[in-house]
């Protein structure tokens, strides 16, 4: 398993921004296809985006398409994830994740059960 540390949570306000990082070591995140989730109180694991390994390619859920925007360094091994124009209804734990496989292109990158690595998550709360 890869370790993968995340952080940049916070409380905002709605239309606040907010940018997460998800530290991960040795050099893995240009080998492993690497997503964000999150999890509200009382509510299920909901996929966020993705991006592919090889960075040619992002994915993002309806919810978040056209305000939240997925990237990654590989020089620093960090996933980031830049969300603007917050919403209450993004309030939730953020959870990074890698692949199960290296190099591997799939069909969906949107099933959870996918990623074999994860962070321990970090609290995003939106409130006025």
């Known amino acids: 398993q890869v370790p993968l540390v995340e952080s940049g949570g916070g409380l905002v306000q709605p239309g606040d921004s907010l940018r997460l990082s998800c530290a991960a070591s040795?050099?893995?995140?240009?080998?492993?296809?690497s997503a964000w989730f999150r999890q509200g109180a009382g509510k299920e694991r909901e996929f966020v985006a993705a991006m592919r390994w090889d960075g040619g390619q992002t994915y993002y859920s309806d919810s978040v398409k056209d305000r939240f925007t997925i990237s990654r360094d590989n020089a620093k091994n960090t996933l980031f994830l830049q969300m603007n124009s917050l919403k209450l209804e993004d309030s939730a734990i953020y959870y990074c994740?890698?692949?199960?496989?290296?190099?591997?292109?799939?069909?969906?990158?949107?099933?959870?059960?996918?990623?074999?690595?994860w962070g321990q998550g970090t609290q995003v709360t939106v409130s006025s």
């Open positions: 994740a890698t692949d199960r496989n290296q190099y591997w292109s799939r069909a969906s990158y949107s099933t959870w059960t996918n990623y074999g690595s």
């Open positions: 040795g050099r893995i995140l240009s080998v492993y296809n």
